[in-house]
């Protein structure tokens, strides 16, 4: 990944700057969606693959990583936020590593290999995606897979216009303490279809999950595959 811009390093500073507030948030159940929907449909795709291990990418404050523990695999988790990353090692559930998505990309393999599930839960916020998955993919077992959950693209659009570009994330209703605002790069979903092709995947499967109080998605689930050598 050679480009910086700003908001890349707005985007990776808030998740220090930030960290408490979103441990809090994550821990105490403060973001509706998360408790209702979201962490379940992550947690049963990832189980579902049947994984011994697992690479928790962009971990944050690790409750993924401790939760498929507890079902007796073994995780890896890493995450750019220092901060972050004391807070899961705190916990247990790992080993956890502070490691940049760019030192990722430099360096996949020092996570140990190989995965038969890497999964982002949420952590894909860059506007360059293609390197990072094309580095997970380098990590996966044969028959491996990634798994993306993310914001469902027309639901995080409404009131906007449903074209790629750089937003800001204010975690109003998620906790108190946030002191930063987060630049996140949203995309459309044909942008995240074509991010995998350009990182050599195809995307297997797509789930919806829809929110038991608005019958609308609450996310999406991507399950790519490294395309087959022909
Ligand atoms: C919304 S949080 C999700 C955390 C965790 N996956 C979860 O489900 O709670 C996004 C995470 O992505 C991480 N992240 C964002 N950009 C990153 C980058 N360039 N390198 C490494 N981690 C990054 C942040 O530090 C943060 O922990």
């Not at 007796?72 to 705190?90: H, M, R």
């Not at 038969?116 to 293609?130: G, H, K, P, Q, T």
């Amino acid at each position: 990944m050679s480009r910086q811009p700003a908001e890349e390093q707005r985007l990776a500073e808030s998740w220090d700057i930030n960290a408490a507030a979103w441990t809090q948030s994550v821990r105490e159940g403060l973001i509706r969606s998360r408790q209702l929907v979201t962490d379940r449909a992550i947690t049963e795709a990832v189980l579902r693959r049947r994984p011994t291990r697992v690479l928790d990418a962009g971990c944050g404050e690790g409750w993924l990583a401790r939760k498929l523990t507890s079902q007796g695999i073994a995780v890896t988790g890493f995450d750019g936020s220092e901060s972050l990353i004391a807070d899961a090692q705190q916990h247990g559930g790992g080993p956890f590593f502070t490691l940049s998505y760019d030192d990722f990309c430099a360096q996949a393999h020092v996570l140990g290999e190989p995965f038969d599930v890497v999964v982002f839960n949420f952590a894909l916020l860059s506007e360059e995606l293609s390197p990072i998955l094309r580095a997970a993919s380098q990590t996966l077992a044969p028959g491996g897979c990634i798994l993306i959950q993310t914001l469902h693209p027309v639901e995080a659009s409404q009131g906007q216009g449903y074209e790629n570009g750089w937003r800001e994330e204010h975690f109003s209703g998620m906790g108190e303490g946030y002191k930063a605002a987060m630049p996140w790069f949203f995309r459309t979903l044909s942008s995240w279809l074509d991010e995998l092709r350009r990182a050599g995947l195809d995307c297997v499967a797509l789930e919806e999950p829809l929110h038991p109080e608005t019958g609308r998605p609450a996310s999406l689930i991507l399950t790519a595959v490294p395309r087959p050598q022909i």
